[in-house]
């Protein structure tokens, strides 16, 4: 038997701290907790209670306590009055609307000292925006390990949060030493970056972990990029200098004084595979020498022994070092 009762859905209000909201039917929160009762027409009846959108937590007869998700839209409370007498009452239902604000910030991401990161917060139906360092943008800058968090609220003073981790790796530490110079006959340095995913070196070729430096006459700079494990890059730079100042005459007087009798090049000595060729102005070849010392210092003469006249003579040093060969015009005065 049924008959009609004058039932009456009324919420309770429970646990008002200071992150919680007050709210009245018909809106709720997704993902909120609240209570709910109905009066009888009698104190000795018993309810049967249906919910939509969301799951009882606690039943105590005339009032339960509900969970609801987080699935925006109408849901409903149903219930049923069992008299004493075992007569039901028609089901009497009230509508929640149940609201949840969107918000997604992304996935976590990952990335390299000295790397800035945007996060984005994709949102929807909110009024207000907030993240935790209390900015209100829809974008936020980061470039420090950590999670990042963003709080929204909508028209009806309900919340929701997302939260991404961002991981800033260490950039990997490569060291070449001290700037040096280098001063040896056919002398070399080794520089060594083992122990990295890759290796890059100043000339964009040369991968291996290895890389050599042989004896120049010019200051040589020295870079090298390496990769870690996570992929980030770190470089380091180192000068090698040669040792002297390498100064070619362009002039010397081969009068018999014992000043400046000779075509004398300071420190060339330390190329033993130098070779060194001077011509006259018609092409022919009036010296030459491999190798470089004291007793092969060109004195003026042709490679008769032959006194060669007052004028411009073009010359070709070839170091055999894999620099180009350096040329250039010396002047006999007599």
Same mark, same amino acid.
Do not use: K
């Given at each position: 038997m049924k008959k009609n009762l004058n039932i009456l859905i009324i919420l309770i209000l429970i646990g008002l701290g200071m992150n919680s909201y007050a709210q009245n039917l018909p809106v709720a929160c997704g993902g909120s907790t609240e209570w709910y009762g109905v009066v009888g027409d009698n104190g000795f009846s018993d309810f049967d209670w249906e919910v939509t959108g969301g799951t009882i937590l606690r039943n105590y007869?005339?009032? =339960?306590?509900?969970?609801?998700?987080? $699935?925006?839209?109408?849901?409903?409370?149903?219930?049923? #009055?069992? /008299?004493?007498?075992?007569?039901?009452?028609e089901q009497l239902e009230d509508t929640v609307l149940i609201t949840s604000p969107f918000i997604d910030v992304g996935l976590d991401e990952e990335l390299c000292r000295g790397e800035t990161y945007e996060f984005v917060a994709a949102t929807s139906d909110v009024t207000s925006l907030l993240w935790q360092d209390g900015?209100?943008?829809?974008?936020?800058?980061?470039?420090?390990?950590?999670?990042?968090?963003?709080?929204?609220?909508?028209?009806?003073g309900c919340v929701n949060s997302d939260t991404a981790?961002? =991981?800033?790796?260490?950039?990997?530490? $490569?060291?070449?030493?001290?700037?040096?110079?280098?001063? #040896?006959? /056919?002398?070399?340095?080794v520089y060594d970056a083992s122990g990295y995913s890759s290796v890059n070196w100043l000339d964009g070729e040369s991968i291996a972990p290895m890389f050599t430096v042989y004896t120049s006459t010019q200051d040589q700079e020295i870079w090298v990029t390496v990769t870690g494990q996570f992929g980030c890059e770190g470089s380091d730079t180192v000068v090698v200098r040669f040792c002297g100042e390498f100064e070619i005459p362009n002039a010397f007087t081969p009068n018999d004084d014992g000043s400046n009798d000779k075509w004398e090049i300071e420190q060339l000595f330390v190329f033993e595979q130098v070779t060194i060729d001077v011509y006259n102005r018609w092409g022919e070849r009036v010296f030459h020498t491999d190798g470089y010392s004291s007793g092969q210092y060109w004195d003026g003469t042709d490679q008769k022994g032959k006194k060669l006249p007052m004028d411009a003579y073009?010359?070709?040093?070839?170091?055999?070092?894999?620099?180009e060969p350096i040329v250039g015009t010396v002047t006999i005065i007599r």
């Open positions: 007869n005339d009032s =339960i306590q509900v969970q609801w998700n987080f $699935i925006a839209g109408a849901h409903f409370i149903r219930v049923t #009055e069992i /008299n004493r007498y075992g007569c039901s009452s900015s209100s943008g829809e974008t936020f800058i980061a470039s420090e390990s950590g999670d990042y968090w963003v709080r929204v609220e909508d028209e009806y981790t961002l =991981i800033v790796h260490e950039l990997p530490i $490569i060291d070449l030493g001290t700037d040096t110079t280098l001063c #040896e006959t /056919n002398g070399s340095i073009y010359y070709v040093i070839d170091l055999h070092n894999d620099e």
